[in-house]
Nanobody
Framework: QVQFVESGGGLVQAGGSLRLSCAASRITLRFNSIAWYRQARGERELVAGINSGGATHYADSVKGRFGISRDNGRNTVYLQMNSLKPEDTAVYYC??????????WGQGTQVTVSS
């Protein structure tokens, strides 16, 4: 079963930056559409996605502040988060886009933005 591992979260003041990393076992990320999701309370929401061709898209709430990228050599997808706001506080996950039943969710990485 494919498993995703997220890292890079932490506590940061409003206006600060963090870079999250997403690694996965048993798949080559560059051949797949991968997205970052977050969950504060309630449902997970999609934050940013990158497809196999490198095209990216973002939730309106993070456009201009977040950037998703991929390092094919490291088989890793990143989420660069700048100008962080308290409302960005959440657990961040990566997974396929769209998600599939045979890929489990990782533990996620907590991002906390203080005001």
């Amino acid at each position: 079963q494919v498993q995703f591992v997220e890292s890079g979260g932490g506590l940061v003041q409003a206006g600060g930056s963090l870079r999250l990393s997403c690694a996965a076992s048993r798949i080559t990320l560059r051949f797949n559409s991968i997205a970052w999701y977050r969950q504060a309370r309630g449902e997970r929401e999609l934050v940013a996605g990158i497809n196999s061709g490198g095209a990216t898209h973002y939730a309106d709430s993070v456009k201009g502040r977040f950037g998703i990228s991929r390092d094919n050599g490291r088989n890793t997808v990143y989420l660069q988060m700048n100008s962080l706001k308290p409302e960005d506080t959440a657990v961040y996950y990566c997974n396929f886009e769209p998600t599939v039943s045979w890929a489990s969710w990782g533990q996620g990485t907590q991002v906390t933005v203080s005001s």
